[in-house]
């Protein structure tokens, strides 16, 4: 490998913004994504469907939480067994994306969702309805630790924050189909209606598993089980365009990807691994951070227990379902908008404003409820549901996507499936926590229990902005190197140039076939 002194013309950052401008997304890419991504449509609609379940009467009277004791601790439990599934289902992924792949932990927890989604539509009392919320939260954190890093690691750097966030906008969607499809359901007529809705869980998950099969598996995986020429294809049909006839930019990706694999072989890939070494752990801190933090804005709170809070502020069942579906709607519509610019704004910056925004708004609806909770202001009551929209506006313009791409950012290749692993389950235990408390919190204080959702977001958007990294428009090889680890790093884009000469030993060797890109390197400057 021969190495060439840059032009004095030409920097460093020169070389970034030619490798920048290679970026792009063709259609195929587009549907990949897209029909991956159906995965997390599928998660939201199985996580949320109990939002409205709990509001449907038929399902109340069925499972007489209209009449049972202990029906607070009913409701509780069938949210918390949910995400009690979630926490052993992220650990599951972590351990089967990195063995079989992301292609096949995704549609396992999708399988995991139809069986679930039948048995929940067969339950014939709470006790069976609640072990397979188990079995279905199990599923839906295996698609949720496997999608995100799946998509991150087959999409472009520079693109990378938006077209992940495609999977947050596709949650939405799926958070606003069970909206909508409670309440269609709420005004048919019947003691069964409620089982239409859970029914319709398992809809989307066998789409998936039919067309799973023609997906392209993480590149990334399959450098690190030998499948070079599978890598090499799905790289250059992926980052193919017009505009990069000579396919430079997925030149470089494979290069870079084959010997940062090759490097990664050396570094162990255990939990405690990642507990001996400094950098590692402060990756974890930062992730455990991140996802408590953001799981305690209230989200998951305002979104389960909707129709208690609506409830509480007044509204009839139907004025609650329909609050209930425009919440969702106005997540999807933020989400798509937050597409548009994820990638311009600095990563801390983006985080720490969105705790700050949710923080102060749930802030002001305390406020509110402190005045009008129980009362007959209807302009006060107004004021709290204009609040909520506020929130989720705020969290989907600011926080979902990050939820998920910035964690698969600063992990390494060949710890990301654990660190991926590690952000779910804690994901799923301060949601379990939250949502646990949550009914008895709300019949017994009321309005004051909003105030632990304004306090932690304000305390962590400080923390965020001066400790956390960007990470944004980094190819995902390189990113080790802003935590101190630059002998996890085989190679910077940057330090490479397509030249003239035969780079068999370094990119061909593997297939003595193959007409493999050349590649030289660079000095840097």
């Known amino acids: 490998m021969q190495l060439k002194q840059l032009e004095p013309s030409e920097t460093l950052q020169s070389r970034d913004d030619q490798f920048n401008k290679k970026q792009h997304v063709n259609v195929y890419t587009a549907a990949v994504v897209l029909f991956i991504t159906l995965s997390?449509?599928?998660?939201?609609?199985?996580?949320?469907?109990i939002a409205t379940t709990l509001t449907q009467p038929s399902f109340i009277t069925h499972m007489k939480l209209d009449t049972a004791p202990n029906a607070e601790s009913i409701e509780g439990a069938m949210n918390a067994l949910f995400y009690t599934g979630g926490v052993l289902g992220s650990f599951f992924a972590g351990w089967s994306s990195?063995?079989?792949?992301?292609?096949?932990?995704?549609?396992?927890?999708?399988?995991?969702?139809?069986?679930?989604?039948?048995?929940?539509?067969?339950?014939?009392?709470?006790?069976?309805?609640?072990?397979?919320r188990f079995v279905s939260g199990f599923g839906s954190m295996v698609i949720l630790a496997s999608v995100p890093i799946w998509v991150a690691e087959l999409v472009p750097p520079r693109l990378r924050g938006f077209l992940t966030d495609v999977h947050a906008v596709m949650m939405m969607v799926g958070y606003t189909l069970a909206c909508y499809v409670g309440l269609g359901f709420y005004f048919v007529k019947g003691s069964n209606q409620w089982r239409?809705?859970?029914?319709?869980?398992?809809?989307?998950?066998?789409?998936?598993?039919?067309?799973?099969?023609?997906m392209p598996e993480s590149p990334r995986y399959l450098l690190s089980t030998d499948r070079v020429e599978e890598a090499r294809h799905?790289?250059?049909?992926?980052?193919?365009?017009?505009?990069?006839?000579?396919?430079?930019?997925?030149?470089?990706?494979?290069?870079?990807?084959?010997?940062?694999?090759?490097?990664?072989?050396?570094?162990?890939?255990?939990?405690?691994?990642?507990?001996?070494?400094?950098?590692?752990?402060?990756?974890?801190?930062?992730?455990?951070?991140?996802?408590f933090a953001l799981m305690?804005?209230?989200?998951?709170?305002?979104?389960?227990?909707?129709?208690?809070?609506?409830?509480?502020l007044g509204f009839d069942t139907v004025q609650i379902l329909n609050f209930q579906c425009g919440f969702q709607l106005a997540g999807f519509v933020f989400n798509v908008i937050a597409m548009t610019f994820v990638d311009r704004v600095r990563r801390p910056w983006l985080i720490a404003g969105g705790l700050l925004g949710c923080g102060s708004l749930v802030g002001i609806l305390t406020a509110l409820q402190s005045?009008?909770?129980?009362?007959?202001?209807?302009?006060?009551?107004?004021?709290?549901v204009a609040i909520i929209f506020l929130f989720q506006a705020t969290f989907s313009l600011t926080l979902d996507g990050p939820t998920y791409f910035y964690i698969a950012?600063?992990?390494?290749?060949?710890?990301?499936?654990?660190?991926?692993?590690?952000?779910?389950?804690?994901?799923?235990?301060?949601?379990?926590?939250?949502?646990?408390?949550?009914?008895?919190?709300?019949?017994?204080?009321?309005?004051?229990?909003?105030?632990?959702?304004?306090?932690?977001?304000?305390?962590?958007?400080?923390?965020?902005?001066?400790?956390?990294?960007?990470?944004?428009?980094k190819p995902l090889e390189e990113i080790a190197g802003m935590f101190g680890?630059?002998?996890?790093?085989?190679?910077y884009q940057r330090e490479l140039n397509i030249g003239e000469l035969d780079d068999a030993d370094e990119v061909g060797n593997d297939n003595k076939n193959s007409n493999g890109p050349s590649v030289e390197m660079v000095e840097e400057a």
């Open 98 to 132: 990195k063995k079989f792949g992301r292609k096949f932990s995704t549609g396992f927890g999708n399988a995991l969702l139809v069986i679930s989604g039948a048995c929940m539509t067969a339950s014939i009392n709470p006790a069976m309805f609640i072990a397979f």
């Open 296 to 312: 305690s804005s209230g989200v998951l709170v305002i979104l389960n227990y909707g129709s208690i809070i609506w409830k509480s």
């Open 234 to 291: 799905i790289i250059f049909r992926m980052h193919s365009s017009p505009d990069d006839p000579e396919h430079e930019f997925a030149r470089r990706e494979f290069f870079q990807m084959k010997k940062q694999i090759r490097l990664d072989a050396e570094f162990a890939t255990s939990y405690w691994s990642i507990l001996k070494k400094s950098s590692m752990r402060k990756r974890l801190a930062m992730t455990v951070f991140l996802e």
């Open 40 to 49: 997390s449509a599928a998660y939201g609609y199985a996580g949320s469907v």
């Open 409 to 473: 950012e600063i992990w390494p290749s060949h710890v990301r499936s654990q660190g991926f692993a590690i952000a779910m389950a804690v994901l799923s235990a301060t949601n379990l926590m939250w949502l646990q408390a949550t009914p008895y919190a709300i019949s017994t204080i009321s309005w004051r229990w909003y105030l632990v959702f304004t306090c932690i977001p304000g305390a962590a958007a400080v923390v965020v902005i001066i400790w956390f990294k960007d990470t944004r428009n």
């Open 485 to 491: 680890d630059e002998d996890m790093v085989a190679v």
């Open 371 to 384: 005045f009008y909770l129980g009362t007959e202001n209807r302009a006060g009551l107004g004021a709290c």
């Open 196 to 214: 239409g809705p859970i029914a319709l869980q398992m809809a989307l998950p066998v789409i998936i598993l039919s067309g799973l099969y023609w």
